[in-house]
Every structure is written in structure tokens, then in C-alpha cells.
């Protein structure tokens, strides 16, 4: 009996020595959350959290160390549910920069494409103003080659020349331009004038000037009417 007595003592002394070296079960887990944290950014990203999770985390050691295995479980598991959390938000800031980022970047493109339609309408500008100018310039240089051409001063009176008849008069640019308004001379000097077949050089002849389209349009059905020769 005592021998039996002494190997139960045995088998429970090993027992509990196996007990007090079995490591906590949520440490390699808490361990594992942290470096995945890391990796993800999260102490850059949100270093206080991240310090909050690693404290957790020290502090399931600091009660290991002591050999409270309960205490240390608790903070271990404490320590996986903050980084649950923290990874988390770590995603959520990841997912909010990726979308400023990109919608900045949507802003450049949006300002250069400005920035291009600006140039070019500045360019089409210039390019109208260097057509415009140079048309002006050509035109310039045309008038300056075309030969001037004065229009003829129209008078009011007519002195008849050797050889001159009334259709002939009424054909110079300076009277009327059309030999078949010569009735609008004729009657305007009846008082000198007998026969319209016949004038004479140094005769003073008036040449209207009040005439309207009527009195061309009459002028010249007479004229066709009673042909001079």
C-alpha cells in the first residue's frame, strides 16, 4: 500500500508539472494577428490601435512570465479581437486611400485635359489671326497693284464739240454712260435744240440730273423709237 500510495503521488506530481508548462492557448494566435498587422500596414496606418493590440499582447506575456496561464489567456484573446478590429479598419483605410488616390488622379487627368483643349484653342487662335493677317496683307498688296480707277465727275451742262451728236454726248461717262438716254438732253434743251439730229459746237447743253428710273425707262423707249443716225 505505501508503494501504491507513493506512485499515485508520483503520477499527480507529473501531472501538474505537465500542467504548468502547457502554453497558453491563444498566444501562437495572438502572436500570429500581430505580425499579420504589421505586414498589413497597421502600425503605420493606425499606430496607436496597433500600440494598444501590442500592449495586450505584452501584457499576456508579463502574466505567462508569472505563471498565471488564465490572465495570460484572457489578454491573448483580448489582443486577437483588437486586431480583428484594427485589421478591420486597416482595410477600410487602405480601401479610402485607393479611393482619394485614385479620384486625385482623375483629377490631374481631368485638369490636363483642360490644360490640352486650352492650348489648342490657343493655337487655332493664332493660326486664324496668322490666316487673317495674311489675307489682309495680300489684300493690301492688290489694291496697291490694281490700277486706280477714278469715277468720272457727272456735270450738270455739256459744251457739243466738233463732230458730237446728242447720243454720242449721252454715251460719256461723265453725262450719263448710255448713248439711249439722249432724249433726256434733248428735252431738257428744246429751247435751243429745233431738230435733235442737229446741234452745234459751242452750244451750252444742260444735262438733267433730276431724273428718276421712269424718265430713263421713257428716255429709252424713245430712243428706240426714233433712232438718230
Known amino acids: 500500500m505505501r508503494l501504491f500510495a507513493r506512485f499515485i503521488l508520483l503520477l499527480f506530481m507529473l501531472s501538474a508539472a505537465a500542467c504548468a508548462t502547457q502554453p497558453p492557448r491563444f498566444r501562437d494566435e495572438a502572436a500570429a494577428k500581430l505580425d499579420q498587422l504589421k505586414l498589413e500596414g497597421g502600425e503605420r496606418l493606425r499606430p496607436a490601435e496597433y500600440a494598444s493590440v501590442l500592449q495586450a499582447f505584452l501584457k499576456g506575456d508579463a502574466y505567462l512570465m508569472e505563471s498565471e496561464q488564465e ?53 487655332l487662335a493664332k493660326a486664324l489671326a496668322a490666316e487673317k493677317a495674311q489675307r489682309e496683307a495680300a489684300e493690301a498688296e492688290r489694291r496697291k497693284a490694281r490700277p486706280v480707277v477714278k469715277e468720272p465727275v457727272q456735270v450738270a451742262s455739256w459744251t457739243v464739240r466738233r463732230g458730237e451728236s446728242l447720243p454720242l454726248i449721252a454715251s460719256r461717262p461723265e453725262v450719263y454712260g448710255d448713248r439711249n438716254l439722249w432724249p433726256l ?24 440730273r433730276n431724273a428718276g428710273r421712269d424718265d430713263f425707262g421713257e428716255a429709252r423707249r424713245y430712243a428706240q423709237e426714233h433712232p438718230l443716225h
Not at 84 to 101: G, I, P, W
Not at 187 to 208: C, E, F, S, T, Y
Open 71 to 123: 490572465e495570460a489567456d484572457r489578454y491573448f484573446q483580448m489582443t486577437i479581437l483588437k486586431g480583428d478590429l484594427l485589421a478591420q479598419e486597416v482595410a477600410a483605410e487602405k480601401a479610402r486611400r485607393l479611393a482619394e488616390a485614385a479620384r486625385l488622379a482623375e483629377e490631374r487627368r481631368q485638369a490636363e485635359l483642360v490644360r490640352l483643349a486650352r492650348l489648342e484653342e490657343e493655337r
Open 185 to 208: 438732253i434733248y428735252r431738257a434743251n428744246r429751247d435751243q435744240i429745233r431738230d435733235p439730229k442737229h446741234i452745234w459746237p459751242g452750244q451750252v447743253l444742260r444735262v438733267p
